[in-house]
């Protein structure tokens, strides 16, 4: 079943979105994931459903933290909306708000994770030891309930969080158990990001570059290796440059480094070689003398930073190279920044792949963003609208490129 084709007229849509937006002192910095939910929620008032929107905040490891409080979020939700938010405190005890709800009503539940149950992980208990798999088990069990008491308050499930897709939670998946297949669908954002990673996958024109840069090779390698098997260049850019140059000897100051990674650069490298794939890596840096935005700047080479300097970001040389990489390229997928763009004194690097991709978008390339920092990189450039799709999805979008079947996916179909 389609969203579009789904009769919502007198039904209560329970709908999982991603709302996990960021807030200091008490204010939404960033509304991204709120005005990328709308479309979906808008679409279902109108067709004369009743909605019950459900999602995470933060990580609150299954104790209630008022910090992590959607109800900080309400007036947001409304207004966005256009109509009021009701607002359930404890997301297993709103019955009586769910069965009140009439069409075109709005119930927005407490944070999902204020309960272990979502995520279903045991909390206390050390992995590894036999009490952790009883423990286990008694949580999956929990789960289930859960998920079922989620389910009672609403006739269908919408599964619209992204960011998300890639667990297997109580709402994101478990929930599908306790609905009629009839009643399980996506929510059109999770159609459009489903069809960009299509574009990406099923569809590539080539040249196919990808640019994989931020702090670590340790947590991208699984996606860094799938890749080497459909592109035709890779940039590795952001942190990971220092491993790969500490891998072959060279001097890297105080740059950020994963020791026990060098194999893991080697083994890169010579995939590449094997795969016919060109590897693009930083030979300059443009380095700080401390880890700060007011910290001294000079140019070394990535293999000859001197002690007391750290390589912050891409070198002017590097920069160019970058650029004549993404020239001319066809599918882009763009994930990790190419220096700690947060300082502005050190962000020219990510500014100059951004508006390659940019260029290259403007060609007739198809550009893929995704990872909650290239899209900050993205608008802190103002190039948000000049590339082709800006995927709501870190994690979730590179298990996506790598070929995984989510689970919050395979949950709508039944799989
Ligand atoms: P990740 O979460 O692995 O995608 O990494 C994103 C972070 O990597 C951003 O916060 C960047 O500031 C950081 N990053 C990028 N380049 C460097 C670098 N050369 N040294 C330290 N951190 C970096």
Not at 54 to 75: A, D, F, N, T, W
Not at 183 to 198: H, R, T, Y
Not at 248 to 254: A, D, F, L
Not at 255 to 284: H, M, Q, R, W, Y
Request: proline share 4%; charged share 25%.
């Amino acid at each position: 079943m389609t969203i579009n084709e789904y009769n919502f007229a007198g039904k209560k849509a329970i709908v999982r979105v991603d709302f996990n937006v960021p807030i200091q002192d008490g204010k939404i910095t960033d509304d991204t994931r709120i005005r990328g939910a709308l479309p979906t929620l808008k679409l279902i008032l109108e067709k004369g459903g009743a909605l019950i929107i459900m999602s995470h905040m933060g990580k609150p490891k299954g104790k209630v933290k008022p910090e992590l409080s959607l109800k900080q979020i309400v007036p947001a939700v409304s207004e966005a909306l256009g109509v009021p938010v009701q607002f359930a405190d404890d997301c297993q005890k709103a019955d009586a708000q769910a069965a009140a709800l009439k069409p075109g009503e709005v119930l927005l539940l407490e944070n999902l994770r204020y309960y272990p149950e979502e995520e279903g992980k045991p909390v206390g208990v050390e992995k590894g030891t036999p009490e952790y798999d009883e423990a286990k088990k008694a949580m999956k069990a929990s789960q289930k309930e859960f998920a079922k008491k989620l389910a009672s308050y609403a006739d269908c499930w919408v599964m619209d969080a992204f960011g998300t897709a890639h667990r297997k939670h109580a709402s994101t998946a478990v929930i599908a158990d306790y609905f009629d297949k009839n009643d399980v669908m996506l929510g059109l954002l999770m159609e459009k990001e489903v069809q960009a990673v299509d574009n990406v996958l099923s569809n590539i024109k080539r040249p196919f570059v990808a640019i994989m840069g931020g702090s670590k090779v340790s947590s991208k390698i699984g996606i860094i290796e799938n890749l080497l098997g459909k592109v035709d260049k890779l940039i590795l850019c952001g942190g990971m440059t220092y491993t790969f140059a500490k891998a072959h000897g060279g001097e890297i100051g105080n740059s950020i480094v994963e020791l026990d990674k060098l194999d893991v650069a080697l083994g890169v490298e010579k995939l590449a070689a094997e795969k016919g794939v060109e590897l693009v890596l930083g030979t300059d840096s443009v380095c700080g003398d401390s880890f700060s935005n007011d910290a001294n700047q000079k140019v070394c080479p990535s293999n000859a930073i001197p002690e007391g300097w750290e390589g912050l970001d891409a070198g002017p040389k590097t920069q160019e190279a970058f650029k004549a990489a993404i020239k001319g390229a066809k599918t882009i997928l763009w994930n990790g920044p190419a220096g700690v763009f947060e300082f502005d004194n050190f962000c020219a690097g990510s500014r100059a792949v951004g508006e390659a991709v940019a260029e290259a978008t403007a060609e007739g390339a198809f550009s893929l963003i995704g990872g909650g920092d290239s899209v900050a990189c993205v608008n802190k450039f103002g190039l948000a609208d000049k590339v082709s799709y800006i995927s709501t999805g870190g994690g979730a979008l590179l298990e996506a490129i790598e070929g995984k079947v989510l689970p919050g996916i395979a949950a709508v179909k039944g799989e």
